[in-house]
């Protein structure tokens, strides 16, 4: 809304860059830049031209192929938690955002509720419509069994509240607790937990997680 990120950005290296992917996935902010396999940077600076080339950032390098290697893993195995955004997808998006941005803008210039309410609708509209790419013709139960098995990987055995509390902290466009909006039949905000132990239930039945002393882990 405010133009700390521009979606028309990413669709014009989208459109120039060959074999560029783009993915979505809410609050991830780290800045880590690899090349192949062969180097890394891991910083503070954004991908801005002030992140890049005017304020004081902090970063390091890494050469070292082993390093670099576990660095890319770990970036790819998280991103992969989201969803990967086709140019028509993109597009779509760049179209909303200014939409979105617009609404604000008219909304900040004026008390007018009918400005208000307007943005608030599109606002809304396209949350939604990300929601709606997240889980690209899957179901919300299938993005949260990924995430568990991600957890359980990275952060070993938990409760049932430790895993809610995670998943949360990746998903919170999922697991909104004060809206309950209806998107292609599902639901998402207040029965966010009841999906999430859904998907506890699946992947138990599949024998890839298990029960034990009240804590999850993966068999």
């Given amino acids: 809304m405010q133009g700390a990120t521009d979606p028309r950005a990413l669709k014009f290296l989208a459109d120039r860059v060959a074999g560029l992917t783009v993915w979505h996935l809410p609050k991830l902010h780290a800045k880590v830049y690899i090349a192949d396999v062969t180097s890394a940077i ?5 991908l801005t031209s002030g992140g890049l080339t005017q304020n004081y950032e902090y970063g390091i390098h890494f050469a070292e192929h082993t390093t670099v290697c576990q660095i890319r ?5 998280y991103s992969e938690l989201g969803v990967c955004l086709s140019g028509e997808e993109l597009s779509h998006y760049v179209e909303v955002s200014e939409q979105v941005r617009a609404a604000f803008q008219r909304q900040q210039r004026t008390v007018s509720r009918t400005a208000r309410a307007q943005f608030e609708r599109l606002f809304f509209r396209a949350e939604n419509d990300l929601i709606s790419l997240r889980i690209s013709g899957a179901s919300k139960t299938h993005v949260f069994e990924r995430t568990i098995e991600y957890l359980l990987s990275r952060y070993g055995a938990m409760t049932t509240p430790e895993v809610h509390h995670r998943v949360k ?6 697991c909104d607790d004060t809206v309950d909006r209806v998107i292609e039949g599902q639901h998402f905000g207040k029965k966010w937990k009841h999906a999430v132990r859904t998907a506890q239930g699946h992947l138990k039945a599949a024998d890839r997680i298990e029960l034990i002393g009240g804590r999850w882990r993966l068999r």
Avoid: C, K
């Fill in 42 to 46: 891991v910083t503070s600076a954004n």
């Fill in 73 to 77: 893993d770990e970036v790819t195995e």
């Fill in 169 to 174: 902290s990746i998903h919170p466009d999922l």
